[in-house]
Every structure is written in structure tokens, then in C-alpha cells.
Nanobody
Framework: QVQLVESGGGSVQAGGSLRLSCVAS????????MAWYRQAPGKERELVAE???????NYVDSVKGRFTISREDLKRTMYLQMNNLIPDDTGVYFC???????????WGQGTQVFVSS
């Protein structure tokens, strides 16, 4: 069973940067479109960014121009470079398959991001 491990979160001031990593323990990572999601306090989990197996990317409007998603398939690893962070970016960030891809992996623990004003 594939396990996802997210890391790289932390506490930063507005305007700061963080780089998140997501490592899959096994599986044909390279086949799947993957995505980053976040869950803000008191809100449902939402899509932040996705990347296809052809490295076509898509972002929600609120992070366009600030976040960059990338992947290294040989390492079964995906990244999210987050620049110019704002307090609304605060939340727990998770990785998994992109929306519409069947049979999601079990969700990992996520990595906490806190942005202070």
C-alpha cells in the first residue's frame, strides 16, 4: 500500500517562502497526475495545484504566480514551492492523486503551514 509523506511546512511571516515535498513509498508514481491540497482551519480540504504526468500544471487562482508545482518521478517525489506567502495560505497541506484520477492513495499526515501577518 502506497504511503504518502509530506514535509517542509513551518511557520513564516507574510512574504516568506516554503518548499513542500511529498514522497510516495512505492507504486507507479509516474503514471498519475498528482496534486497538492490544503485544509485551512475550519474549512474543507481544497485543491491548490496539480501536475499531470506530462508536467502540465494547473493552479487555483489564489496561488497563481506565487506557487510552483513540480515532480521528480524517479524519486517518487513532488514539490510545491510557495513564495510570497500570505496568511490565507495557512493550513495543512496534503498530496495525493489529482482530481478525477481513480483510486486515491490513503491520505498522509500532511504538513502544517502557518503564515503570520
Amino acid at each position: 500500500q502506497v504511503q504518502l509523506v509530506e514535509s517542509g511546512g513551518g511557520s513564516v511571516q507574510a512574504g516568506g517562502s516554503l518548499r513542500l515535498s511529498c514522497v510516495a513509498s512505492s507504486g507507479a508514481f509516474w503514471i498519475n497526475a498528482m496534486a497538492w491540497y490544503r485544509q485551512a482551519p475550519g474549512k474543507e480540504r481544497e485543491l491548490v495545484a496539480e501536475i499531470s504526468n506530462q508536467r502540465v500544471t494547473n493552479y487555483v487562482d489564489s496561488v497563481k504566480g506565487r506557487f510552483t508545482i513540480s515532480r521528480e518521478d524517479l524519486k517518487r517525489t513532488m514539490y510545491l514551492q510557495m513564495n510570497n506567502l500570505i496568511p490565507d495560505d495557512t493550513g495543512v497541506y496534503f498530496c495525493n492523486k489529482a482530481p478525477g484520477v481513480p483510486r486515491f492513495y490513503d491520505w498522509g499526515q500532511g504538513t502544517q503551514v502557518f503564515v503570520s501577518s
